[in-house]
């Protein structure tokens, strides 16, 4: 069992920057690939970006190569997004998901999901 909490949502102006964190319980974190996923009003969940289990490997959306980047930290348990430049377009809850394969954690199919933390960008 994982469980996965995130924090660090909130608000900020177009262009500025924001760092959502996702720490997980059990000793088993490094087992995992991980990934950010995100859902704003009306819209499907969607994929984000994903990590590797040593973190030496990862995946963004097209949306946000280039502005966001994805890390981990396996001593702490913890996962991060580093979203700079960020959009109006980038409003929604960030979610973190925990997946055994890289195909999962791209997809949404893994076994654990955070509650989500909101990210709002005014313009």
């Known amino acids: 069992q994982v469980q996965l909490v995130e924090s660090g949502g909130g608000l900020v102006q177009a262009g500025g920057s924001l760092r959502v964190s996702c720490a997980a319980s059990?000793?088993?974190?490094?087992?995992?690939?991980m990934g950010w996923f995100r859902q704003a009003p009306g819209n499907e969940r969607e994929f984000v970006a994903a990590?590797?289990?040593?973190?030496?490997?990862?995946y963004y959306a097209d949306s946000v190569k280039g502005r966001f980047t994805i890390s981990r930290d396996n001593a702490k348990n913890t996962v991060y997004l580093q979203m700079n430049s960020l959009k109006p377009e980038d409003t929604a809850v960030y979610y973190c998901?925990?997946?055994?394969?890289?195909?999962?954690?791209?997809?949404?199919?893994?076994?654990?999901w955070g509650q989500g933390t909101q990210v709002t960008v005014s313009s």
């Open positions: 059990g000793r088993t974190f490094g087992s995992y690939v």
């Open positions: 998901h925990a997946a055994i394969t890289t195909v999962q954690a791209m997809s949404g199919l893994g076994d654990y």
């Open positions: 990590i590797s289990r040593s973190g030496s490997s990862t």
